[in-house]
């Protein structure tokens, strides 16, 4: 929530064009954190359908979040 260019990309793209600029920080911010629950890392890149499940749920949350934010 906190990356402005994130933020900037959610403001000016639909969602569908939006989640090519989450899907890099999403991967980025994963593997900064790694360290905090090694458990859930390897579970969201071992496992593909629960990983998209994951990564689809953050994306569609924060993009409503920043444009409400933005609003």
């Known amino acids: 929530m906190e990356d402005e260019t994130l933020m900037a990309q959610a403001k000016v793209n639909k969602l569908d064009t939006f989640k090519y600029a989450f899907e890099d920080v999403f991967l980025t911010k994963?593997?900064?954190?790694m360290d905090q629950n090694q458990e859930i890392?390897?579970?969201i890149l071992e496992d593909k359908k629960f990983g998209d499940t994951v990564k689809e749920w953050m994306m569609r949350?924060?993009?409503r979040k920043m444009n409400d934010e933005a609003a």
């Open 30 to 33: 994963l593997i900064e954190r």
């Open 41 to 43: 890392f390897e579970k």
């Open 61 to 63: 949350k924060i993009y």
